[in-house]
């Protein structure tokens, strides 16, 4: 059902340093998602342990990426000159990760019942960002929560008649009480490129376990279990042909923005992607969508 403000019955607004966020609060679960970015911070069923990792020094300022949670790389991921040239040729700023998760969307609805609760967001992403960036294009976010899980889908409608290329990914930080004695399991076979490594290609062999730092971009959007001690993720994605696994490692924990210095022992990133070669591309009025669902195994 969908239910108007002052009408919800789980869902309010809060204030958090300079952002505006919603708060879900029902039976079941809790979740909370900032307008800023349409960042998921927080997801977690009963009063049981988040499922997300939010940095103890983010920082929730207009403009500023949230360090954790869920944010959204587009509409390019990484380096602009990592990317193909159609979608590099689009971009004016030598930033990262693209502008959706500093804009600030809009809350296009919100749909409550005794079992989920479902926020949606919108972003116009049009000339007001034509110093960074050339398009026109519609951005829809859609935020399922449950008890089995969270669902994010990401929605991409091309506005202008030129063809839009695109990156993108749903950057989720997931905790871990161990990263050596975390796994991934599901890329077994599939290629990736080393980023650490001078972007070499090589083929993952096993379940993925981290030593040190690793940046790497596997070229499959397989189902994944994300296994950390005592618990276990399923990770299903739509949409992507392409995962990112991050973990900056000691050295690089340092040198990052509102990351604790041993941050990097207590978390790690898996992102639904597309990413490389499995850049998109859309005509007028087509719409593509990246989605993930996090679930229990
Ligand atoms: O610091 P950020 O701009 O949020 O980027 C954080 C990280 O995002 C991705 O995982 C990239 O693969 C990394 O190379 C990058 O360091």
């Given at each position: 059902m969908t239910t108007q403000p002052g009408h919800w019955s789980f869902t309010r607004w809060t204030t958090i340093g300079q952002l505006e966020a919603i708060d879900v609060h029902h039976p079941l679960f809790r979740a909370q998602l900032f307008l800023q970015g349409a960042h998921l911070t927080h997801f977690a069923t009963?009063?049981?342990?988040?499922w997300l990792w939010l940095s103890d020094t983010a920082r929730f300022e207009t403009g500023r990426a949230i360090r954790g949670g869920i944010p959204i790389c587009w509409p390019w991921f990484g380096a602009p000159e990592k990317n193909p040239p159609e979608v590099r040729k689009r971009i004016k700023t030598g930033d990262s990760h693209g502008f959706a998760r500093t804009a600030l969307w809009k809350l296009e609805d919100v749909r409550e019942s005794a079992h989920e609760v479902e926020v949606s967001l919108s972003l116009?992403?049009?000339?007001?960002?034509a110093d960074v960036w050339t398009g026109h294009a519609l951005l829809l976010a859609t935020f399922n929560f449950s008890v089995k899980g969270c669902q994010i889908a990401l929605t991409t409608t091309n506005l202008n008649d030129s063809p839009l290329a695109f990156t993108q990914a749903l950057h989720t930080y997931l905790p871990t009480s161990d990263i050596e004695l975390t796994g991934i399991e599901g890329l077994d076979g599939s290629d990736y490129v080393d980023t650490l490594d001078d972007w070499s290609y090589r083929q993952q062999k096993g379940v993925i376990t981290f030593h040190g730092e690793t940046d790497r971009i596997y070229e499959s959007g397989s189902p994944l279990v994300v296994a950390t001690p005592g618990r276990r993720r399923s990770l299903v994605a739509i949409g992507s042909d392409s995962t990112v696994v991050w973990n900056p490692g000691p050295r690089k924990a340092k040198a990052?923005?509102?990351?604790?210095?041993?941050?990097w022992k207590d978390m790690l990133c898996v992102e639904t992607a597309n990413a490389l070669s499995d850049y998109r591309v859309l005509n007028e009025g087509q719409s593509h969508t990246l989605g993930v669902m996090i679930g229990r195994v």
């Open positions: 009963h009063d049981k342990p988040d116009a992403a049009n000339e007001d960002f990052l923005s509102d990351f604790p210095d041993t941050g």
